[in-house]
């Protein structure tokens, strides 16, 4: 069974920096891009970025790049989306999303990110 | 790039059809038949429905099904059922980008 598993909620502060998760399981990891895709609370879906896992080739959303970085192990199958510097506008759920062709198919559950002071 | 337009609600009776349509552009919608459409269901993550303008992953229902014309797609369900009131989002490919609609929230009368 395809399972992207992501990693757990976050309380961060403004300012601070943080990483999340998303490990691939039951498919050729390095066969399909993974997309992170961004949901505010009561909002749609938006596009972030994506990465091919075999060369770690990305594609960001023009509203995304530069605040955020999309990067991968493949040894351990696990794509990391990452931000230096953290802003109360960044609270949100992530979710990451296996490719099916050109977007996003199988998805994971969400890592919510609380950034409060 | 801007996202793609769904209008913001949409319903149905038990058993009626509801399409519910998805607008781009030229450079998105218009050139690559690579639209998807999603569902949503509160507090869940999204699933895919539709993928490739028409084609349905295994164990979704045929009560499904999705098309395009020109710049526009749409979806939809036929047949409605209450547990299809849910929030649905169209996506296409456009270049190096995936673009998203604004979500659509359907509801089961």
């Known amino acids: 069974e395809v399972q992207l598993v992501q990693s757990g909620a976050e309380v961060k502060n403004p300012g601070e920096s943080l990483r999340i998760s998303c490990e691939g399981s039951?498919?050729?990891?390095?066969?399909?891009?993974i997309s992170w895709v961004r949901q505010r609370p009561g909002k749609g879906l938006e596009w972030m970025g994506r990465?091919?896992?075999?060369?770690?080739?990305?594609n960001y959303s023009p509203s995304f790049e530069g605040h955020v970085t999309i990067s991968v192990d493949k040894s351990i199958s696990t794509v990391y989306l990452q931000w230096s510097s953290l802003k109360a506008s960044d609270g949100a759920i992530y979710y990451c999303a296996k490719h099916e062709g050109s977007v996003p198919g199988v998805w994971g559950k969400g890592t919510t990110v609380t950034v409060s002071s | 790039q801007s996202a793609l337009t769904q209008p913001p609600s949409a319903s149905g009776s038990p058993g009626e059809s509801v399409t519910i349509s998805c607008t781009g552009a030229s450079s998105d919608v218009g050139t690559y038949d690579l639209v998807s459409w999603y569902q949503q269901h509160p507090g869940k993550a999204p699933k895919l429905l539709i993928y490739e303008v028409t084609k349905r992953p295994s164990g979704v229902p045929d009560r499904f099904s999705g098309s395009k014309s020109g710049n526009t797609a749409s979806l939809t369900v036929s047949g409605l059922q209450a547990e299809d009131e849910a929030d649905y989002y169209c996506?296409?490919?456009?270049?190096?980008?995936?673009?998203f609609g604004g979500g659509t929230n359907l509801t089961v009368l």
């Open positions: 996506s296409s490919f456009a270049g190096n980008h995936v673009l």
């Open positions: 039951g498919y050729t990891f390095t066969t399909y891009w």
């Open positions: 990465i091919d896992p075999v060369d770690s080739y990305t």
